[in-house]
């Protein structure tokens, strides 16, 4: 089972930047659907952005459109999360997935088979 590890997290400014990453352990990676999940203390999880396996759909929730952007680089086994005009509502811990299914909506938390442990990004005001 490929293993996936978050880094990049921290605290920031609000208005600032951070790149998050996320390491897979093995090449089976390039075939998955991955994705980055949040959860702020007493909310659920909820998706932030996700993209296909080979780089070319992505796809964004829309409280972050425009200040987020995914990607992924299959020779690396690795997926970034590059976030800009962080907010204070984009405090959250921050997760990684992959799914399975190419088929399955990207967007929904259900649909992902493994989950990295997290790593926390603050924005302060």
């Known amino acids: 089972q490929v293993q996936l590890v978050e880094s990049g997290g921290g605290l920031v400014q609000a208005g600032g930047s951070l790149r998050l990453s996320c390491a897979a352990s093995?090449?089976?990676?390039?075939?998955?659907?991955m994705g980055w999940f949040r959860q702020a203390p007493g909310k659920e999880r909820e998706f932030v952005a996700a993209?296909?396996?080979?780089?070319?759909?992505?796809y964004y929730a829309d409280s972050v459109k425009g200040r987020f952007t995914i990607s992924r680089d299959n020779a690396k086994i690795t997926m970034y999360l590059q976030m800009s005009s962080l907010k204070p509502e984009d405090t959250a811990v921050y997760y990684c997935?992959?799914?399975?299914?190419?088929?399955?909506?990207?967007?929904?938390?259900?649909?992902?088979?493994?989950w990295g442990q997290g790593t926390q990004v603050t924005a302060s005001s």
């Open positions: 993209i296909r396996s080979g780089g070319g759909s992505t």
């Open positions: 093995g090449r089976t990676f390039i075939s998955y659907t």
């Open positions: 997935a992959y799914s399975l299914g190419q088929s399955r909506q990207p967007n929904t938390a259900t649909n992902f088979d493994s």
